[in-house]
């Protein structure tokens, strides 16, 4: 079974959250529950370059930490998506609606 490993990292005006493994049903509930906590109060980039695999589930998480992230004057940033997650994001046909980008940097302009 894949796992999703998380690391931390705190910004200037973001958390970085660093994902490697798989972003599944059975590994969301950490994810979110970071995602929850931080949103409130700060942007949200996800690393996502190490990632493995993406499902239904995980897409849900990242969707709802959009929507969260709107409603508290935040926003979820996506970073440097693997060709997986990359894939599971273009299948949404909202690819355009995702802000991806390609270093932390970025986020200090927002």
């Keep these: 079974m894949d796992?999703?490993?998380i690391q931390e990292k705190v910004?200037?005006?973001y958390m970085l959250l660093e994902l490697s493994g798989a972003i599944k049903a059975y590994t969301v509930p950490n994810l979110?529950?970071?995602i929850d906590r931080y949103i409130?109060?700060?942007?949200i980039?996800?690393?996502?370059?190490?990632?493995?695999?993406?499902d239904s589930a995980g897409m849900s998480v990242?969707?709802?930490?959009i929507t969260s992230?709107?409603?508290f004057g935040t926003k979820l940033f996506l970073m440097e998506p693997s060709d997986a997650a990359r894939h599971a994001l273009e299948r949404t046909g909202f690819w355009d609606?995702?802000?991806?980008?390609?270093?932390?940097?970025e986020v200090s302009n927002v």
Excluded: C, P, R
């Design 40 to 43: 409130l109060d700060t942007n």
């Design 69 to 71: 992230a709107e409603e």
């Design 32 to 34: 979110k529950e970071k």
């Design 11 to 13: 910004g200037a005006n």
């Design 97 to 105: 609606s995702f802000d991806i980008i390609h270093s932390v940097t």
């Design 3 to 5: 796992q999703l490993t």
């Design 62 to 65: 990242i969707l709802a930490g």
């Design 45 to 54: 980039v996800l690393d996502l370059q190490s990632v493995t695999g993406f």
